[in-house]
């Protein structure tokens, strides 16, 4: 079975699609850019959701749903907006299908026109903001923090599972506030939480820094990003925080009346995070043999696997540890399917990122131990078996933590730092990763860099020491360096 | 504020509404027919998700995710299918919008139109019937135990919060099995799974039973409904459980090896319950003071509210109390704001049906007592503090047995017996409910019922005795009264 995925090293994108469709995570639908999302891609999703979730409600925010069409003349209300996102979009024109005169099937009836036409929603400032407008009237009702699970569209022309599809699942966060301090730090909490998120859960390093004028969120005053670097050298955009300023509200005229009985605009931010972490998930950790997944993450933990045969012993064993360890918080699978082979489990839960795997055979239950595989070194050891109750979650900490290391290891190893073009472009042919150079600050010679090299400005990072500079392509001074890579 | 609601007994309709409105569950959006489902709404559909999530996972379910889209075409393989569904819809059949010509916002962008338009899944047997196929190959395949959360659209001419809505919030339970038995098991034991969920979590008891031939699911060979009867002697639809037969994978061509080697057709079923739900919850327990909510499916269980202006020494008790309580699984909340007078808070939290309302006083805490009241019957008493960790768990539990008893009580009162068409009418006229009535079987004459008195066959109950008798439209023999009611 594991021979069947393509190594890195020959074929990156396709060793990407062979994870996804061999470890069962998504497939292609029958809608054109449009997955499906299998159960045990899933799950990872939902692994994700609850864990962001309870982050969210911890700071305060409630969830809420808001429809998934937006009236066509809503997204030109907001002028950046529009150019953004009024393009590559779903259209609905038509509310009813009919017989088909000739018999064949169903047509769309043309009488059923529908007056404005509706958009999916391919994301939902406008029509939240549209409702806003009656949720707030004083500082009374500020601030209010809003999130919202749902699927969008965005009509694309390549795409990829998780990484881009033409719908895709997400939360959307959308505050209101009375202040502009109070949506910038609302704005900068979230893209903590997320980085937090995406290090502690996912177990993959971001760097964090706010976006360039070109690159921002369309209808945003500053966008705030969590850059994370695949193991192709490439660099993926994996959350955005956006502070909005009051752009919204004045394209919505939302007011409220602040203490001091003075009617203000409100201020705004949005933020979100999609099924594209389960990519970015699987491009950080996985290799040859199939994916790999952070314990904190993970679906299974542990998977118990009676050698050679399953026997009454062995299932009865395997039923206990699963109790103990189950009491502990950990999931676990006993797979007791006599008709397959063990060899053909063991390759199954290597391909589907189980973290450990127990091999419980007579022999090794007769000395008291079991055979102890991690998925993400493959070491296996023999442990015993009445400590298991402590050997296996210290386990699992270990393998988050190891995974961590080793993303921020390759990232070490592939952040660079150029000085001028030629050694940019070197960087970028030989070994890829991060880059940072030197830029004089203007969106044309972005465009330009971006157009001679196909690496664009990530970010420019929050931690970035002043360093007076010249721009690795029009020369002209810079005061810091900024943060380059191709990316997804 | 509990003076704004319209009683019940004045109109019934309005009384709904204003209970959605000002509990602040949902509102109308720009959009027609859709809802904004508000945070308080959404907080209770989310209580309803994770009970209803887990029950599934414990039989056995898995969750996945199909697209939103669905190929026109699809919709009319299946010849009952496109009838029931393949009507009113929303139709993609752009993919571009572009700024208008004349400057004025944007319009669709003519050359963007589709080769074949696609439908916003109204239910999604077809797009993952379509994916069954390439999953399933031989009996080991089987069975396949998926649900999806997701959104659906179907058009709608007139609708209301929660229960009728263009769009609204559901899951669906596609299964696939091996033998018509299994298929038939699978639909009965959902269908026990929604009655349970019902009458457990949402105190709401329902009848049992299988729908005619003419309401059945447009592609079902049976159908299994849970019924419930709301205040106004209407029957609200509360879930249904599908056998599908072998129609969708004759439809989809989705055929499998069995143990004997031979191809067969699939078996399959589907079942879903929706945000439909919310509005059944309020229907069955609210009153004219407000939401009232059964405490498992509460988002608050208990308020805290310091009399009549919070301390340090009330705000500092409230927090020790709050404190045993949640360590018991109770949500509490505390209303310390300075700004809000007690009696409106009191109105407040009655409007939302917060099953427990603790009201807190300085003269009260020095005899170590607590006024508390109770939602659902309006009684106060004082209680003395020492023992909340006790005495609350359990009052929520009475009130969650209370509602569940005058439910079932109202709905006795409101079941009848008619032995012929004027009896029949009479009762609808004067109280409404459900009837039990003989009907010969026919389609005509339950829709020449339906036609003369608004009344519809509910369904055939599974607990119905054999007591011959004679329809009382058509006068000919019938084996069994079957259930009438005025439906949502």
Redo the contacts between chains.
Sequence with gaps: MAKEITPRSENYSQWYLDIVNKAGLA?N???RG??????YG??I??KIQQSLDKRFKDTGH???????????????KEADH?DGF?????????????NNPDGQ??V?DPT?KLEE????RPTSET?IW??YR?WIKSY?DLPLL?NQW??V?R?EMRTRPFLRTS?F?WQEGHTAHSTKEEALAEAKLMHDVYADFAETEMAMPVIKGYKTESERFAGALDTYTIEALMQDGKALQSGTSHFLGQNFAKAFDVKFLNDKNKEEFVWATSWGVSTRLVGALIMTHSDDEGLVLPPKLAPIHVVIVPIPKPDENLINKANEMAEILRSKGITVKIDDDP?KRVGFKFAEYEMKGVPVRIGLGNRDLEKGMMEVARRDTKEKQLMPLDSLGESIPALLDDIQENLLQKAMDFRTEHTSIANDLNEFQHILDTKGGFIYAHWDGSSETEAKIKELTKASIRCVTFDAKDEPGKCILSGKPSQRRVLFAKAY
């Design positions: 497939e639908s029958a809608v449009s997955m499906v999302i299998k159960p899933f799950s999703w939902e409630v969830n809420a749903y808001f429809p998934l069409f937006i009236p066509k003349s809503f997204l030109s529009v009024a393009k590559e979009c779903a259209v609905v024109t038509h509310h009813r299908l009919m099937g169903v769309v059923s036409e509706l958009i999916v029509i549209n409702s009656d009374r809003i749902a699927n569209v009509w719908e699942l008709k």
